[in-house]
């Protein structure tokens, strides 16, 4: 039974830090692609990082360089996105994925979580 969960959204002030979990569950994690995306009201769902299997390489949408990291704990089957200095625009509800659409591969295999959502305001 193929499932992602994500954790960690919330309600933030301007300049602090959240960070977003997503585990897996019925499949190893480490096999894939691992993806963050968001969407916020009225735009269209936008990549945020991605990390390669092996977690060598990673990318970041040019909004979020600097202020947000992905990374892997494989022991624990888990993605997570550790996101500081927040600001206003970041608001969004946030997905994680698994599969190889930002890398590429010949897998069609693909999850997506329910998105968890964070807002950022004072």
């Known amino acids: 039974q193929v499932q992602l969960v994500e954790s960690g959204g919330g309600l933030v002030e301007p300049g602090g830090s959240l960070r977003l979990s997503c585990a897996a569950s019925?499949?190893?994690?480490?096999?894939?692609?691992a993806d963050w995306y968001r969407q916020a009201p009225g735009k269209e769902r936008e990549l945020v990082a991605a990390?390669?299997?092996?977690?060598?390489?990673?990318d970041y949408a040019d909004s979020v360089k600097g202020r947000f990291t992905i990374s892997r704990d494989d022991a624990k089957n888990t993605v997570h996105l550790q996101m500081n200095s927040l600001k206003p625009e970041d608001t969004a509800v946030y997905y994680c994925?698994?599969?190889?659409?930002?890398?590429?591969?010949?897998?069609?295999?693909?999850?997506w979580g329910q998105g968890t959502q964070v807002t950022v305001s004072s």
């Open positions: 994925y698994a599969g190889s659409q930002y890398y590429g591969g010949w897998e069609d295999f693909e999850a």
């Open positions: 019925g499949f190893t994690f480490s096999n894939y692609e």
């Open positions: 990390i390669t299997r092996a977690g060598t390489t990673t």
